[in-house]
């Protein structure tokens, strides 16, 4: 008897991607940034293991939270390590992005922490 793939749930909330855009007044001077969204993905929580932080550390992040979500199509021609991530108004810094032909898992540092 054929073992049937069960179907995940990614029922853990969505998270918010895109870049910061650096807001100017009208003299050119820097006034601060701002979150420019570019789509949401449902995610699931995923525990981090020894490795996952021992691989942070060596590229001087602290890994604060690790998520997969679905791999959508789009997602195919964009730098993934270059977003913003936002999760229940806590913007956090993508450290990097692993990926399979279905899923990608990003490892996630807070901003400000």
């Not at 009208?26 to 601060?32: D, E, L």
């Not at 979500?69 to 999760?87: D, H």
Request: proline letters at 3%; aromatic letters at 12%.
């Amino acid at each position: 008897m054929a073992v049937k793939p069960y179907r995940e749930t990614f029922n853990d909330g969505f998270l918010s991607y895109g870049h910061k855009q650096t807001q100017r007044t009208q003299n050119g001077k820097r006034i601060g940034d701002v979150f420019i969204e570019k789509g949401k993905l449902a995610f699931q929580e995923m525990s981090c293991r020894d490795q996952d932080y021992q691989m942070t550390g060596i590229m001087g992040a602290s890994l604060d939270r690790k998520v997969k979500t679905l791999y959508p199509p789009s997602f195919r021609s964009i730098n993934k390590n270059k977003l913003k991530v936002v999760i229940n108004n806590i913007e956090y810094d993508v450290i990097t992005v692993d990926s399979d032909r279905m899923y990608l898992y990003f490892y996630l540092q807070e901003v400000g922490k």
